[in-house]
């Protein structure tokens, strides 16, 4: 129950900070701004501090350190993968457009006999 109330007084303050950009139109932009980040950052502070949120943030941390795990490909094995697949993608083109010719050709001028 706890947590219900931690998450929905952090969507008020979220909230707040919103309402308080648009009460402040006469205001200057970065006093605006500063208000929509203030609300930001409070509800994000009180929402790190539920169960919820403090799942996440280590949800977070474990999958950057899986992302650092990941062996990511050189500058050439990337430009000869993309070369592959810009490659099989042409031939793909080039058999596709034969054979709706083939298709065509037989269709119309053979059977049918449209011309």
Known sequence: MADKFKFALALALLAA?????????EQALVLRV??????????????WQSEPGRRFVEFAREATAEAKKVVWPSRKETVQ???MVFAFAVVMAVFLWLTDKSLEWVLYDLILGWK
């Open 17 to 25: 900070g919103v309402v308080g950009f648009y009460q402040l139109s």
């Open 81 to 83: 993968t993309t070369g």
């Open 34 to 47: 500063l208000s929509v980040l203030a609300g930001v950052a409070a509800g994000v502070a009180v929402a």
